[in-house]
Structures are given as C-alpha cells and as structure tokens.
C-alpha cells in the first residue's frame, strides 16, 4: 500500500455556518465530501477564505477545529479602506497560514484546489514551496460560457501550472478544452456515500398512487426553477397525478413559492428547505423523477 501523503486542500466554495449551502451539487454532493473521501487514505488539512467580514476585530479572524476527522482552518478578513486591495489581505492571510502549518510539521506533498479559482492561487503557493498542484473542476459556468476575460485567464493559469485537471465528467472536460487549454485531464465524477445515496432494495416501498418528481437546488435563477413550474402548470391541465417535491434554499425561494401559487399548483409542489443528506437520500429514493440542474 503507497504511503500516507500529507495533502493540502484550497476550496473556492465550502460549507460554512454564514453559507452552509456554499459547495453543494446535485444530489447533496458536497466539495467537503471529497476532502472526507480523500482523507480515509490520506492526511488532510483544508484553508478556506470564509469571505469578507466587517464584523471581525481587527485585520483577520482565524478558526482551526476538527471537523469529520479532517482539520480545518477558516478565516475571514476586513474589506481594504483602499478599494481593489482587499485581495491582497486575503493573500497575506493566507500566506501566513500556510507558512504557520508548515512551522508547526505540516509540509504538504500535494496542494488540491477545488474550482480554478482557487487554483490560480495555489499555483503561488505551490511555486513558492515547491509543492505539486491538482485542480478539481466543478464550475458548470465554463460548457455555459461564463468563463471569459480576467477569469478566463485564472483557469488558464490555474490549469496549466497543475500537474492534472480533474473535471467531474467528459462534458465539462471538454466544454475546458474548447477554450483552448490542452493539459494532462483526469475526470473524476463527484463523491457520493453509497452507504446512504443507493436505490431502495425493493421497488414495492416506493410510494403508491401519485408519480413523485425531486428536485435538490440551490434556489437562484440558473436552476430554472420557474421553468419547471409553468411546465407542470401546463401538465396539469392534462393529468394531476404527480407532485413535485423541491429540497433547498436560496434567494428565490419566495419568489418560487409565489409563482407556484399564482400558476395554481398548491398541492402539487411542495418547498421542504434544507434537509439533512440522510432525507435528501430518503426523498431520492422515494421519487419516480429527477429534474437535474447545471
């Protein structure tokens, strides 16, 4: 069995208390879930920039617990007095707390980012201690075009100087390579506990009656939620044995419950909020349909 590597995790997006759906993908897939999955084999440390706080004192705010077995060191920090230089807090904390891991015997054999973004800065870190750099990709904003300008230059940055590019499937692999960039891929799909996310044993413990429709999103704009509903509104004038149960939270969710009224679809669509992996699992295996989201 290969040895024990000591790995780094840089994510651009992951839970927090301020933003506990930060991270998630369909099917409750979260970035955490890798790190947790990586580090059955492997020790771990994951640093993450929480975000700007105007609420901390002083410059910077720094947490370092145990959580699920993986040691996690979050931050945050106070926006710059001088606009477009909070970056360069955020990279000074950063580079302080990396140099303080490696003070205290944590010398990472491998940096993993999650998302280019957070790749483009690990290639400084990576460069400066000699460390190797993957980069996991998950953003659906490059096969839907979104990737241009300066953060076009991030990815290219970011994906050329690691030793490999993991896109979680052959789509976004090569909606990456459209834009140009040729480097060493490895599509590695996204972490699933097949322990709780598995179809039910036996078919006759779905529900009887009313085919069940499942969507799990986060309620913003892109997951065409609106979409779904006048689609089902339309359904309902030629059958009414369905329903549709939505898992999440967001912005929008008053926005949808609204619309869901005024297309008439009470008890038909039911919001639920968030729920536990446990009853997201449970939901999945009780629903007749999936309406997947990018």
């Known amino acids: 069995m290969s040895r024990r590597l000591k790995i780094l995790h840089m994510p651009a997006w992951y839970p927090s208390n301020r933003n506990p759906v930060a991270g998630i993908f369909i099917a409750g897939i979260f970035i955490k879930e890798h790190v947790k999955a990586a580090s059955i084999y492997h020790d771990c440390v994951v640093l993450y ?7 901390i004192r002083g410059t910077c705010e720094i947490r370092e617990s145990d ?3 993986v040691r996690t060191v979050r931050f945050r920090y106070k926006k710059s007095p001088v606009p477009k230089t909070t970056m360069f807090i955020y990279l000074f904390v950063m580079f302080n707390l990396l140099h303080d891991l490696l003070k205290r015997g944590f010398k990472p054999d491998l940096i993993h980012a999650h998302i280019y973004s957070a790749g483009a800065l690990a290639v400084l870190f990576g460069k400066l201690y000699n460390i190797p750099l993957v980069v996991s990709e998950q953003y659906t904003g490059f096969p839907r075009g979104l990737v241009k300008g ?7 940055i970011a994906f050329k100087n690691a030793a490999c590019v993991c896109p979680v499937s052959e789509y976004l692999k090569l ?3 459209d834009l ?3 480097v060493r891929f490895q599509v590695i799909p996204n972490v699933a506990d097949t322990k709780l996310f598995h179809p039910i044993r036996n078919l006759s413990e779905r529900h009887a009656g009313k085919k069940c429709i499942l969507t799990v999103a986060l309620l913003t704009p892109k997951k065409g939620i609106p979409y779904l509903l006048e689609s089902l509104a339309l359904l309902k004038a ?3 044995d369905f329903t549709l149960d939505i898992i999440g939270d967001g912005p929008n969710r008053a926005e949808y419950e609204a619309l869901a009224r005024e297309l008439g679809l009470h008890g038909i669509v039911y919001f639920h909020g968030l ?3 446990q009853e997201v699992a449970e939901f999945m295996q009780k629903a007749d349909f999936l309406y997947c989201q990018v």
Do not use: P
Request: glycine share 14%; aromatic share 0%; charged share 40%.
């Open 175 to 177: 909606s990456i390579q």
């Open 150 to 156: 300066i953060e076009l230059v991030k990815a290219h």
């Open 49 to 55: 920039g929480e975000g700007v706080d105007q609420n």
């Open 180 to 182: 140009g960039i040729r």
């Open 275 to 277: 729920k536990t992996k």
């Open 238 to 240: 030629k059958r009414d």
């Open 67 to 69: 959580e699920d077995g």
